[in-house]
């Protein structure tokens, strides 16, 4: 056999440039390929979050003022010239001993048949009250002590475990209100027993030659000075208000809420009164929910409808040494708690219609899904029926966001 002859090196030439034809159909296939590419819909990027099992607490956060409790107004009896008070707010005063203002009336209370009268009927009234004092203050302590057992009872078998959350939290609520009531009483007496002895000076000062020594005014209670109304020396009418006496100590918290809110809290309500100046928040309950609402311009202009709330601390002095009168609170008041609730953001659901939705991932997709949600916190809700625990969902989904799009998740967090 004849061996094949090389090819030529015209052959060679022609063969060269087949390769090279198909270039342009390469290069156009690529560029539409880019096109292709760049008009791709691209994911859309999202904030993703899972769904949790844990306990869920909804509150209504309002602003607050702590208040004296129990408050006394020292007022002249009489008209009088009144000697200068070199009382300062918080200064000590003690029942019956410390002297708060004097009257110099010279002679001018003299009383006449029907002045005298008036004062006898108001010295028995005195003694009425100061009687009914009396036994208010014997039953609210025995209450006290009553509830006091009770609680402490409870409360060991709250430890074992045998006594429900709520059980216990109404029993402490008793033990605190009857403890408030006692306190409350012991503040009754006082004055009324100030008033009595009022009443009967004035009785005496109104005899001939029984108005010569200037009227001397003690403190009605044990306690500090919260305000002085009259320093300077100057004459003064009868009734005129001169000091303001009580126990910065005996604090309460007056909560001015929407009444809308208020009608979702209850007495006994937990209260957390958070930004006060101390480093942890302070624990109170609801005491009452005043029953009258008042309208209130607020800052926007718009008026609103709101009601006080009254709160008793819980927490021991010890935890609040500086906190007095006047002062400013953040309250959180809790009106449901719940120790097991399926979790999700607030931000990955939204309502069309009456239908509570949301997208869920499915890989790299996300799904749409109806839920059925119960209460919200703001930044949590629960979910009763839609979802699961471990299922991520997208959190503020945009417009691009649509059933079955296309996502790229930008972080990953666990509520």
Do not use: C
């Amino acid at each position: 056999m004849n061996p094949t002859p090389p090819p030529s090196s015209g052959a060679r030439k022609n063969a060269a440039p087949v390769w090279r034809r198909y270039l342009p159909h390469a290069g156009g296939a690529l560029i539409v390929g880019l096109i292709v590419a760049g008009l791709w819909p691209r994911p859309v990027a999202v904030e993703i979050a899972t769904v949790t099992r844990g306990p869920l607490v909804v509150t209504v956060d309002e602003e607050g003022m702590t208040r004296v409790k129990n408050r006394y107004m020292v007022s002249a009896p009489v008209a009088g010239q009144l000697r200068r008070i070199d009382w300062k707010a918080g200064a000590v005063v003690e029942v019956g001993k410390t002297v708060l203002a004097t009257l110099e009336t010279g002679g001018a209370d003299f009383l006449d048949a029907r002045s005298q009268a008036q004062a006898e009927a108001h010295v028995r009234a005195a003694d009425a009250s100061r009687e009914a004092a009396l036994a208010q203050r014997e039953r609210a302590e025995a209450s006290a002590r009553m509830f006091t057992a009770d609680f402490v009872r409870l409360k060991q078998l709250f430890a074992q475990k045998v006594l429900s959350t709520q059980e216990f939290d109404a029993a402490q609520m008793r033990a605190i209100t009857a403890e408030q009531e006692g306190r409350a009483a012991e503040f009754a007496v006082h004055v009324a027993e100030f008033e009595l002895e009022q009443a009967r000076a004035l009785l005496t000062r109104g005899q001939p030659g029984g108005g010569a020594e200037p009227l001397i005014i003690t403190s009605p209670v044990t306690g500090k000075i919260l305000r002085v109304f009259q320093e300077s020396a100057r004459l003064v009418p009868a009734g005129l208000a001169l000091v303001e006496v009580g126990d910065p100590t005996d604090l309460e918290v007056r909560i001015e809420v929407l009444s809308r809110d208020g009608v979702a809290i209850k007495p006994g309500a937990r209260v957390m009164l958070e930004q006060w100046g101390g480093p942890e928040p302070l624990q109170a309950r609801v005491r009452w929910v005043e029953p009258s609402a008042f309208t209130k311009i607020s800052a926007l202009g718009v008026e609103e409808q709101r009601v006080y709330v009254v709160a008793d601390f819980v927490d021991p002095i010890k935890k609040r040494p500086t906190l007095a009168d006047s002062y400013r609170v953040e309250a959180r008041i809790v009106t449901s708690e719940k120790a097991e609730a399926l979790r999700a953001p607030t931000g990955a659901l939204f309502q069309r219609g009456s239908i509570w939705q949301t997208f869920v991932v499915d890989g790299r997709r996300a799904r749409l899904r109806e839920v059925k949600v119960g209460r919200s916190n703001g930044l949590e809700t629960e979910v009763i029926d839609g979802l699961r625990v471990g299922d991520q969902v997208v959190v503020y989904p945009g417009d691009k966001v649509e059933d079955g799009a296309r996502i790229a998740p930008l972080a990953v967090g666990t509520r």
